[in-house]
């Protein structure tokens, strides 16, 4: 990580600024998973956007914080808050089916599963804070708004559970079985068998969850 911040994070401003930024967090995101963090410099993020390192610095403050912003960014955009949204009204197995797709498919995507090896490949070299990152920006948050919904559907009488966190990441577990795996090693040839396993495992994933905690 480069050890020189020139200039002290900003927040941006005017529209021109947005779109620096926004040049900025689609070079880092390319960069990030060709060349993994340790091998992405600041300069080459510059380039790769089209701008100079100095606006890099003055958007982002330094590396760490930019992939950070490049993970939140891309979680927030593809898995938004409201995705989680509870409505009692509604039937509970629609509102986990919704999340159960809308994770199965983020999770087993193409590029998700090269940020994960570009991360590996960093935790290998002895940088496990960049997997931390990850892990805060993405899988700490979807246990948390997991969290929050189960516990409503649990004070609404939906649901029965005593271990509300277990049973959130039971439920992140279940509906994606062994897929990213299998995409990470490789073992994906058939596109669109591939494609729809995502969906048959996440329904199987949700009916699952639902024998073990819908009252009845």
Known sequence: ???A????CQGPGRPKDMEKRAAILEAAK???VRNAFAGTSM?????EAG???LTVYSHFGDKDNLFREVIRARVQDLIPDNIYDFDPSTDIG??????ALTHARLDCDRETVGTFR????????????YGRLLWEEGPMRTHRLMERLLQRAVDAGLLCIEDIPRAAVQFLSLIKGDLVLRRMFGCDDCQQAYAEEIEATARAGVSTFLRA????
């Open 5 to 8: 911040s020139p200039v002290k």
């Open 118 to 129: 570009a991360i590996l490949s960093d935790c290998r070299q002895g940088n496990p804070r």
């Open 213 to 216: 905690y819908q009252q009845h």
């Open 94 to 99: 629609q509102t986990l089916l919704r999340i």
């Open 30 to 32: 390319a960069l990030f």
């Open 43 to 47: 300069d080459a993020v510059a380039s």
């Open 51 to 53: 701008v100079s390192k």
């Open 1 to 3: 990580m480069s050890s």
